[in-house]
């Protein structure tokens, strides 16, 4: 089917009276383009009753129209809209009529309107109701937060799904693939046509051609298939994303009628517990990052531009693998993940027939499961990036005996549609012992009294769970729930159970495992297991990139509410990225750069100084409250501890050309080790040796405050959105961390989308002129409008501008 995008001219309002006897459009109404994450633009507040889950912002019920021009010639065509995701209940209305509706926030879905249509001015009303909160554990957002399309196609024509292929096979450098393409004949009479094949490779040059006839019946649908041997393939993995075009098009009586264009990769599948993971034949560990749907500053509004982005930065963090969490995969995402080389976990759900928040999609989960898992491995089919399937995420019946048919359903559906990818659930070994949790307990805390007194703080009993997890996961009752949970996919998916992999690897020796969700500061354990056990295929770690809702679980803290899992407003972030939301990454992120033995330089990360001594009340996400940065004014001659990230076997740590001290460093230890020093200011230097040759070096130096100045930087300009990075910097160009500015923004040119910095307390709101540097940075970002861009940052005292086009 054609498709033309349409996502511009909507008018858009909350809406605050459901029952309206005349539709009209208010003159509140908002122009805007999608997509468009409505959540975004309100204020967050502390009495919202999403709380923590959202990052204490509210739902709305809203409503988006725009109006289509038919013309008397699209009358005898087919007409539909595909809305590529709605958060959530979604009711879509043609000239007043209800066309059609869809539930699940993150699946797409197509209404056709032909029957409800007329040629000129046609009004497409699409009402969004997220008003019942919560329901959601992360971010949503809300609205038309993706694309939207206007598919048009002759009467004989292929359905929205499109063309679909399928490697068979790889004999050294030929692959046999599968085609498979859906044609419908609309029309009263029965039709013979041709559909045609064309294959082109990445360059552009066709490599495979073919032409067959094909009678339909009137109003008959058929699925046509057929093979190909492709000499030579140039095969598809993360290390090298080739890609292939195939072009599909229906002829009748000599005339092209509709005509449909994918991009596949060629590669193949295979998993077993001795040899691991295999991709094209060659074992392959997966480096991974779990991530939420949200953009960060940009809210849930989705762009290709804005996704690129985050996984071209994932990738150069080192990952070769993300897990979509905790739902499908925006097409976007889908598309660049295959251009760029990145593994995907796609997940179907975070919850079947029991609710994890009041208003959740368990209320029509039995209805549409099939709908929404059809529509994730449709959209998925031909990305050659979709490694795994997760049927669902932390399911807590899924060791029920409905909960352990019901995994075996949504197993054997996707099969039926897609046998090429492996399955999973990912396991919580707590959320599936339920009622049995009070034995296991009791049975682990018994020797810590404090944790079992009913009068006890809450703060000791989360800490004697965290202490004990290992075995609380390895406990026999959690062993037997897992034989149960485990036994309908080909993977088990293990969140948080690293201490199950070596009993597992020989008590289960058939059974392959993937850490779908570790704690960060876990990944040297992590990752020693998982290279040395074939079992073990990977690790996701939660999270790659940090995300807004979950406000809190990896904000350190120093009394209660200021983060941790008790968070209050205006805690708005998670906090628990690898990389923060504006895209800069943290020093979690080298740490585990070095652990994957990606980097061989040292890393040099320095707990805050303002709260030495302290204690600090951190949750199993925290590995520490350390920035990298040697620029703490007001602590001079006050105690510091140093963390030093580093492969090799031993590091010197250097102040002011003083060595402070020469530790063991490298994988028995964790690649961590601590130095403790005085700050003052100037050169910290770190250098990491193996057998006594230096590997490499790495230093931080003190910032000069009172020269600062701000340095506003375009990103990439070839992109649709234009990201700018804003730094306070010394004369040496060096990055103040500790001076914060509020900064205004003007632009002319292009519309800011976004502007804000990785503060997981921010105040006001992402998509404002205003907002204040964190630890000496902010973004901006801008959807250009014109070919000359002008940008002027200004914080009271200074201004930097830039010209872009």
């Known amino acids: 089917m054609k498709q033309l995008l349409f996502n511009e001219n909507w008018k858009f309002w909350n809406d605050k009276n459901s029952f309206a006897l005349v539709w009209n459009i208010p003159e509140t109404a908002q122009e805007v383009t999608l997509p468009h994450d409505a959540m975004i633009h309100q204020e967050p507040h502390a009495d919202s009753l999403n709380g923590g889950n959202t990052g204490f912002y509210d739902g709305g019920n809203y409503v988006y129209v725009k109006n289509l021009v038919v013309t008397s010639d699209m009358l005898n065509q087919i007409i539909a809209l595909r809305f590529d995701g709605a958060y959530m209940n979604t009711y879509v209305y043609v000239n007043g009529q209800l066309a059609g509706s869809h539930h699940y926030g993150y699946t797409g879905f197509v209404v056709k309107v032909n029957d409800f249509v007329h040629e000129g001015n046609n009004e497409i009303r699409v009402q969004v109701r997220n008003g019942a909160m919560s329901n959601s554990r992360w971010y949503s957002g809300s609205g038309l937060y993706r694309d939207v399309y206007l598919l048009t196609s002759n009467l004989l024509h292929i359905e929205p799904k499109g063309t679909m292929v399928k490697t068979l096979e790889i004999d050294q450098n030929d692959a046999m693939i599968e085609i498979s393409v859906p044609i419908s004949n609309a029309s009263p009479q029965a039709k013979t046509t041709y559909v045609c094949f064309e294959i082109k490779d990445n360059e552009g040059k066709c490599i495979c051609s073919d032409k067959r006839p094909y009678f339909l019946y009137s109003n008959e649908s058929r699925e046509i298939s057929s093979r190909y041997l492709i000499k030579n393939a140039n095969t598809w993995s993360a290390e090298n994303p080739s890609l292939y075009t195939i072009k599909t098009s229906i002829v009748f009586n000599g005339e092209q009628v509709d005509i449909d264009e994918r991009t596949f990769g060629i590669r193949t599948l295979s998993v077993d517990s001795k040899r691991g993971l295999r991709i094209n034949g060659q074992t392959t560990k997966l480096r991974g990052a779990c991530i939420h749907h949200d953009q960060g500053l940009l809210g849930a509004a989705t762009y290709e531009a804005s996704e690129r982005r985050r996984i071209k930065i994932l990738k150069e963090a080192g990952f070769n693998a993300i897990r979509m969490s905790h739902h499908p995969s925006s097409p976007v995402l889908l598309k660049v993940c295959d251009e760029l080389g990145m593994y995907i976990m796609d997940e179907t759900f975070d919850m079947w027939t029991r609710f994890k928040s009041d208003h959740d999609y368990s209320q029509f989960f039995k209805d549409d499961w099939k709908t929404d898992v059809r529509a994730m491995v449709e959209s998925d089919f031909n990305h050659p990036s979709v490694i795994l399937y997760s049927i669902g995420n932390e399911i807590p019946e899924i060791a029920t005996q409905q909960g352990s048919h019901l995994a075996k359903e949504i197993n054997d559906f996707i099969k039926l549609s897609d046998d090429t990818r492996p399955t999973l659930a990912a396991i919580n070994g707590v959320f599936v012992s339920g009622d049995s949790m009070d034995d296991i307990m009791n049975d682990v805390l018994k020797h810590h009294p404090e944790a079992l007194d009913e009068d006890g703080n809450v703060n000791d009993f989360m800490s004697a769970l965290e202490d004990n997890m290992d075995e609380i996961v390895t406990h026999d009752i959690v062993s037997k729930n897992l034989e149960v949970a485990t036994a309908m996919t080909d993977i088990a998916g293990y969140n948080y159970m690293t201490a199950r992999y070596e009993k597992d690897s020989k008590e289960y020796p058939n059974r392959v495992m993937v850490g779908s969700e570790t704690y960060p500061p876990e990944i040297a354990r992590n990752w020693k297991l998982v290279k040395e056990l074939p079992s073990v295929i990977g690790d996701f770690t939660w999270t790659g990139w940090d995300y807004i809702g979950e406000a809190g679980i990896g904000i350190p803290a120093y009394r209660e509410g200021e983060g941790g899992l008790g968070a209050t407003y205006p805690c708005q972030l998670a906090y628990c990225g690898d990389i923060d939301i504006t895209g800069f990454r943290r020093p979690m992120s080298y740490y585990r750069e070095i652990v994957f033995g990606k980097r061989k330089a ?204």
């Open 602 to 805: 040292p890393y040099i990360a320095v707990q805050n100084p303002y709260h030495y001594g302290e204690t600090l009340l951190k949750t199993s996400w925290i590995m520490s409250d350390v920035v990298s940065s040697w620029t703490w004014s007001g602590a001079e001659h006050k105690p510091v501890i140093v963390e030093v990230y580093a492969p090799g076997d031993e590091v010197e740590l250097y102040l002011n050309d003083r060595l402070i001290e020469r530790k063991n460093v490298g994988e028995e230890i964790g690649y961590l080790t601590r130095f403790e020093t005085v700050y003052e200011p100037g050169e910290l230097k770190a250098i990491n040796y193996q057998n006594g040759e230096v590997i490499s070096s790495t230093t931080l130096n003190t910032a000069n405050k009172n020269d600062s100045h701000l340095v506003v930087q375009a990103e990439n300009q070839n992109e649709d959105l234009l990201y700018l990075s804003i730094e306070n910097r010394d004369n040496q160009n060096r990055v103040i961390t500790d001076l914060e500015k509020h900064l205004k923004i003007a632009v002319e040119g292009a519309d800011l989308l976004a502007f804000g910095s990785a503060n997981p307390k921010p105040t006001g709101i992402y998509q404002s002129c205003e907002t204040t540097t964190f630890n000496g940075r902010a973004l901006a970002i801008l959807r250009k409008n014109q070919n000359v861009v002008k940008v002027c940052v200004n914080s009271g005292q200074e201004s930097c501008q830039l010209l872009l086009d």
